[in-house]
């Protein structure tokens, strides 16, 4: 099947020039040293952030007109499906930025951020799902949501980029070793199977599944202790295999998740983790690393950091959040603000052939915010986020998007798809060992 079609709406280069006062104003805040920030609103998603800096009015040289010129940088990102697409296809949306000097959030009571000016850039997305298209870039007077006027100037850059992806859905928990569908609209066709299972640490030992030799090893770990067996989960793994019966990923518990002493809980000092594996030269061989910990305070989050693995370089970190333990989220693998433009893939691929596509087609797919990652990796723009559900909620069935140019056979999706159900059972492993673990998942 071919890909589900996505637009990613992409702001950035911002920076603001307003005339400088000659004196402080009465809260003692000079308006060319305060803090200024933005809010970057777009119908039908939360609201997003971002720190902007500032030009001194009168400036001359290249820095000054054109702010980019030294740096380029990514302050929001909006990813759109083809649902947002059709229902913005009668009225485009307008993305709305206000901006503030100060800093967020109330002070004694009192809104710390004061308005400077507002603006508002209409986006046509029409053409978008085919081609990148730049909604503005450069300097624009902002109004001040009063008097419809001001002497401040924004610069910032919008533009749209078609960012198609494939789609797969779980058709069940991970550890009830369900079907994976590609999904494309209300079509969905099977692509792999999953197997969940325990593996002790003498099966660890013994197979090929072990961590590269240029990082830390923590296989020592899983040594058993009778007194420990109460307080750690260790050993869960998930096979992915295609449609032949071919495995072709693993997601391996190789560090035990051990609540952390005097508590009932896996701290981030002592975060349990995963080895992603896919195939190689009649082995297994580590693709990625994933660390999942409880974090503390009133949040109660569900911390992660995930590293791709590399036999000639040393790990490098393409995720490190949270999710909310109560509600869920995303997992996602985002290096846009890193990269710069890559050329992305639009041909069909069928999963369950294992072969490439035999040709690619450039689309400017990336972005023009930042630059390159080091040559060894390849990930570049948006890589792959995956639904989670939280411990509280319904049972949880991810679906996962992958991007296109990330994907030229069965076992990159694979990869990405072991990945998805790892994060999936760490938000159980992470559970408090005060709580009970679902049937599926004891030993």
């Given at each position: 099947?071919?890909?589900?079609?996505?637009?990613?709406?992409?702001?950035?280069?911002?920076?603001?020039?307003f005339?400088v006062?000659?004196?402080?104003?009465?809260?003692?805040?000079?308006?060319?040293t305060s803090?200024?920030?933005?809010?970057?609103?777009?119908?039908?998603?939360?609201?997003?952030f971002?720190?902007i800096?500032l030009?001194?009015?009168?400036?001359?040289?290249?820095?000054?007109?054109?702010?980019?010129?030294?740096?380029h940088?990514?302050?929001?990102?909006f990813?759109?499906?083809?649902?947002?697409?059709?229902?913005?296809?009668g009225?485009?949306?307008?993305?709305?930025?206000?901006?503030?000097t100060?800093?967020?959030?109330?002070?004694?009571?009192?809104?710390?951020?004061?308005?400077?000016?507002?603006?508002?850039v209409?986006?046509?997305?029409?053409?978008?799902?085919?081609?990148?298209?730049?909604?503005?870039?450069g300097?624009?007077?902002?109004?001040?949501?009063?008097?419809?006027?001001?002497?401040?100037?924004?610069?910032?850059?919008?533009?749209?980029?078609?960012?198609?992806?494939?789609?797969?859905?779980?058709?069940?928990?991970?550890?009830?070793?369900?079907?994976v569908?590609?999904?494309?609209?209300?079509?969905?066709?099977?692509v792999?199977?999953?197997?969940?299972?325990?593996?002790?640490?003498?099966?660890?030992?013994?197979?090929?599944?072990?961590e590269?030799?240029t990082?830390?090893?923590?296989?020592?770990?899983?040594?058993?202790?009778?007194?420990?067996?109460?307080?750690?989960?260790?050993?869960?793994?998930?096979?992915?295999?295609?449609l032949?019966?071919?495995?072709?990923?693993?997601?391996?518990?190789?560090?035990?998740?051990?609540?952390?002493p005097?508590?009932?809980?896996?701290?981030?000092?002592?975060?349990?983790?995963?080895?992603?594996?896919?195939?190689?030269?009649?082995?297994?061989?580590?693709?990625?690393?994933?660390?999942?910990?409880?974090?503390?305070?009133?949040?109660?989050?569900?911390?992660?950091?995930?590293?791709?693995?590399?036999?000639?370089?040393?790990?490098?970190?393409?995720?490190?959040?949270?999710?909310?333990?109560?509600?869920g989220?995303?997992?996602?693998?985002?290096?846009?603000?890193?990269?710069?433009p890559v050329?992305?893939?639009?041909?069909?691929?069928?999963?369950?052939?294992?072969?490439?596509?035999?040709?690619?087609?450039?689309?400017?797919?990336?972005?023009?915010?930042?630059?390159a990652?080091?040559?060894?990796?390849?990930?570049?723009?948006?890589?792959m986020s995956?639904?989670?559900?939280?411990?509280?909620?319904?049972?949880?069935?991810?679906?996962?998007e992958?991007?296109?140019?990330?994907?030229?056979?069965?076992?990159?999706?694979?990869?990405?798809?072991?990945?998805?159900?790892?994060m999936?059972?760490?938000?159980?492993?992470?559970?408090?060992?005060?709580?009970?673990?679902?049937?599926?998942?004891?030993?």
């Open positions: 099947m071919d890909p589900c079609p996505f637009v990613r709406i992409l702001i950035g280069d911002l920076a603001l020039k005339p006062a000659s004196k402080p104003s009465f809260s003692g805040v000079h308006p060319s803090p200024c920030f933005c809010k970057i609103k777009l119908k039908n998603f939360p609201i997003q971002a720190t800096p030009v001194p009015q009168g400036s001359s040289g290249s820095s000054a007109t054109n702010p980019d010129a030294n740096s940088s990514l302050a929001a990102c990813n759109l499906d083809k649902t947002h697409i059709e229902s913005f296809a009225k485009p949306p307008v993305l709305k930025i206000s901006v503030y100060g800093r967020r959030g109330n002070s004694c009571g009192l809104n710390a951020a004061k308005l400077v000016g507002k603006v508002s209409p986006l046509d997305l029409r053409s978008a799902e085919s081609r990148p298209h730049v909604f503005q870039n300097w624009v007077a902002m109004g001040d949501g009063k008097k419809g006027s001001s002497s401040s100037q924004l610069h910032l850059c919008v533009r749209a980029e078609p960012d198609p992806r494939f789609v797969f859905r779980f058709d069940g928990e991970p550890e009830c070793s369900p079907q569908f590609q999904v494309q609209g209300n079509v969905k066709q099977p792999f199977t999953c197997k969940f299972g325990f593996r002790s640490s003498s099966d660890l030992k013994n197979s090929s599944i072990s590269p030799s990082s830390r090893s923590w296989l020592p770990s899983l040594k058993s202790h009778k007194d420990h067996n109460a307080k750690e989960r260790k050993g869960w793994s998930i096979t992915i295999h295609d032949s019966g071919s495995p072709v990923a693993v997601a391996s518990m190789v560090t035990p998740f051990v609540a952390s005097g508590s009932d809980r896996v701290s981030r000092s002592n975060p349990g983790a995963w080895l992603i594996l896919r195939p190689g030269e009649g082995t297994w061989k580590p693709w990625g690393r994933l660390e999942a910990w409880r974090e503390r305070g009133g949040s109660d989050s569900i911390g992660y950091k995930f590293e791709l693995q590399s036999d000639t370089a040393t790990p490098a970190t393409l995720a490190c959040s949270s999710v909310s333990a109560t509600t989220g995303k997992f996602t693998i985002d290096v846009t603000a890193s990269v710069s050329n992305s893939p639009h041909s069909s691929f069928d999963f369950g052939s294992g072969s490439r596509p035999g040709s690619r087609s450039g689309s400017g797919s990336g972005s023009d915010f930042g630059f990652l080091p040559a060894q990796l390849s990930y570049r723009g948006f890589v995956s639904t989670v559900e939280g411990l509280g909620g319904q049972r949880s069935k991810p679906e996962v992958v991007g296109v140019q990330h994907v030229t056979c069965a076992e990159d999706a694979a990869a990405f798809v072991a990945l998805a159900a790892a999936d059972l760490s938000m159980d492993a992470c559970r408090l060992f005060s709580q009970k673990l679902p049937k599926e998942l004891r030993q």
